[in-house]
């Protein structure tokens, strides 16, 4: 079945040591986007990928790096995680912008 | 930032009840989608309205749209203990790219 497939589903880094989240599809869809979403929150926009036009959403810290090497694939990285940053953590495609989206079933991220 | 704010923010109903949240929204939107989420997994959408529809089915789901008043509803009828879940009202923030979600309303489907 196509889908949208997140790796891992549960991830625990430690303090100020970089993370890397990763987000596949089988949809073959131009649009990945990367959500955070704290607990009992709205997701929040990260950024999201047009093919590979890179988009950041202007409140996203500098901290938050996304890279997509090819249609499929799809990276968040943390550079240097905080204790703030402790979320799910939410990929998700669409064919068009603002298009119905297609969610993975999220890594929740633990920061110790 | 958030684009759409939902109410009630919790909502606790029997099994077989009517089930109605509501998303109000700020700016003029292309369309307003609806999102529903089970604790700890992803979202699944659930139904799309174009901002020149009113009204939208699908199953036992019933969407509103009134531009005028920026603000939609989501009806569930004869609801079902599975439907416990969070629901989302997301809206096109005008750019054509991406969403901005609500807060979302937690609903509790009591058996």
């Known amino acids: 079945d196509a889908m949208v497939i997140q790796n891992p589903r549960y991830q625990v880094t430690q303090f100020g040591k970089p993370v890397t989240l990763s987000c596949s599809q089988t949809l073959n869809h131009n649009v990945m ?22 988009n950041n959403e202007a409140d996203t810290p500098d901290n938050f790096q996304s890279r997509r090497p090819n249609t499929s694939f ?7 995680p905080g204790l703030g940053d402790a979320a799910m953590y939410l990929c998700a495609t669409s064919t068009e912008g603002a298009e119905e989206q297609y969610f993975g079933p999220g890594t929740r991220l633990t920061v110790t | 930032s ?7 923010q919790a909502l606790s109903i029997q099994e077989g009840e009517n089930a109605t949240m ?6 003029s939107i292309n369309n307003l989608q609806w999102y529903r989420q089970n604790s700890g997994r992803g979202l699944v959408h659930l139904i799309l309205i174009r901002s020149n529809e009113r009204e939208k089915h699908s199953g036992r789901l019933r969407v ?7 603000s939609s509803s989501l009806l569930i009828t004869a609801s079902r203990a599975a439907d416990t879940a969070s629901y989302f009202c997301a809206t096109d923030a005008g750019n054509n790219n ?11 489907v009591k058996p």
Request: charged residues 30%; hydrophobic residues 25%.
């Open chain 1, 33 to 54: 986007y990367w959500y955070q979403q704290k607990s009992s929150q709205a997701p929040k926009l990260l950024f999201h990928y047009y093919d590979k036009d890179f």
């Open chain 2, 98 to 108: 991406d969403m901005r979600f609500g807060a979302g309303t937690r609903l509790t």
């Open chain 2, 22 to 27: 509501n998303c109000s929204y700020k700016t």
């Open chain 2, 2 to 8: 958030q684009q759409g704010e939902e109410d009630p």
């Open chain 1, 74 to 80: 799809c990276f968040l990285d943390i550079r240097s």
């Open chain 2, 64 to 70: 509103t749209l009134d531009t005028s008043k920026k």
